[in-house]
């Protein structure tokens, strides 16, 4: 396999396993594994339980278990009328999956070229000579190939011919919704921040570059709606105000010390930390 794609600039993040750009960025050396594969956005609750059933089957094959994702989102590629507002960086995504128990995390670039390839090309090329796939793990609404031709049955059938099998998940549902980033990024957008931390399994946090006073998170990223809010900035207790405009003011920090340029995380508190 060839070396790795150029990353974009690091976030605030720095997973603590491998984090592979592509399929060519994987090492000869690596595989088998068990594969679990999704956009897994926010690495909610719904997306834990996927890892945690991957790792289960890794643990009974001894085997590793790489998580697979995609960047941009898909639906921003396809023109799909659907919010995609971001609720973690690549790198925070990376992040989380590692605490969940991953060994490695492999990013796809989503392309139109990936996007026309069919589920025959995407099992063969991606999972089975790719990855090196021994079991791959999705939830009951996968999708994949051209014009999502492909389903779970799809991928089960496939997979016997590529060497896999294919394990499924039936989702998780918070109180009267599925655990899904969708929910997340709704409950985000009209501030019932409660809610989306149900959803996430932890307060929604946002990553980006700190300029005096003001953090500027990375374009398309999931907020709260202008106002207000008690949350954490670097860990530490402050006051924030979200802007019109997207950006991100810090109004009052704990601690004498203002916090350097750079890379910043913002961690936004539950309802009860509105200002407004």
């Known amino acids: 396999m060839t070396a790795a794609a150029q990353a974009p600039e690091r976030t605030p993040s720095r997973p603590v396993v491998p984090l592979w750009w592509g399929v060519d960025a994987v090492p000869d050396s690596f595989g088998p594994c068990v594969v679990t594969v999704g956009v897994f956005d926010g690495v909610h609750r719904g997306h834990r339980r996927?890892?945690?059933?991957?790792r289960a089957v890794g643990r009974a094959r001894r085997l590793p278990v790489v998580l697979l994702t995609?960047?941009?989102?898909?639906a921003r590629v396809l023109g799909i009328d659907r919010d995609t507002a971001v609720l973690t960086t690549v790198d925070r995504r990376a992040e989380l999956a590692a605490?969940?128990?991953?060994?490695?995390?492999?990013?796809?670039?989503?392309t139109a070229g990936l996007a026309a390839r069919t589920p025959d090309e995407f099992a063969r090329d991606v999972l089975a000579r790719g990855l090196g796939a021994a079991a791959v793990v999705v939830g009951a609404n996968f999708t994949f190939g051209a014009r999502a031709a492909g389903d779970v049955t799809t991928l089960a059938t496939l997979g016997t011919g590529f060497g896999f099998t294919t394990h499924v998940v039936p989702l998780l549902r918070v109180?009267?919704?599925?655990?899904?980033?969708t929910h997340a990024r709704r409950c985000i957008r009209s501030g019932r921040l409660d809610a989306a931390a149900r959803a996430l399994g932890r307060p929604h946090r946002v990553d980006g570059a700190r300029r005096g006073d003001v953090?500027?998170?990375e374009p398309g990223t999931a907020l709260p709606p202008p106002g207000r809010y008690h949350g954490l900035v670097d860990g530490r207790a402050a006051d924030v105000e979200v802007l019109p405009d997207g950006q991100v003011r810090i109004v009052a920090a704990a601690g004498d010390r203002p916090s350097p340029d750079g890379p910043v995380s913002v961690v936004f508190a539950g309802d009860g930390g509105a200002l407004r």
């Open 99 to 110: 605490a969940a128990g991953v060994d490695a995390v492999c990013v796809l670039r989503f």
């Open 215 to 217: 953090v500027r998170p």
């Open 50 to 54: 996927l890892i945690d059933h991957a």
């Open 70 to 74: 995609f960047d941009p989102h898909p």
């Open 175 to 181: 109180v009267d919704a599925p655990c899904s980033s």
